[in-house]
């Protein structure tokens, strides 16, 4: 999976198409996880800050690992709009860690 990620990111950079935003939030929104996480990682890669609403919604309703993959993206992409999310997804995922004390 990590080639063709690899290739979709190289393709989408070249094209510089805005479609391609459209397309990563379909894709975000998709009840396919394979496909999310491809998406997520594009949106990641290309530093494309447009897609944080829709990682903010996989990370509240996603199942399985997708809150996570949500995370990683919402960490590489540096937006403060992500943080409160980020506290809750490691606090439901990881519950022994306690996000409060980690708080400035």
């Known amino acids: 999976m990590r080639a063709c990620v690899v290739a979709a990111i190289e393709i989408l950079k070249l094209t510089q198409d805005p479609q391609v935003l459209n397309f990563l939030i379909e894709a975000l929104d998709a ?3 394979w496909l ?3 998406a997520a990682e594009v949106a990641g890669a290309l530093g494309e800050k447009r897609v944080v609403p829709a990682l903010l919604r996989l990370a509240q ?3 399985t690992d997708m809150p996570l993959v949500a995370l990683r993206t919402l960490i590489s992409l540096g937006d403060a709009r992500a ?3 980020c506290s809750a997804i490691c606090t439901r995922a990881l519950p022994s860690c306690n996000a409060k004390r980690y708080r400035p």
């Open 61 to 63: 309703t996603g199942s």
């Open 36 to 38: 999310q996480t491809c």
């Open 83 to 85: 943080i409160p999310s």
């Open 31 to 33: 009840q396919d996880s």
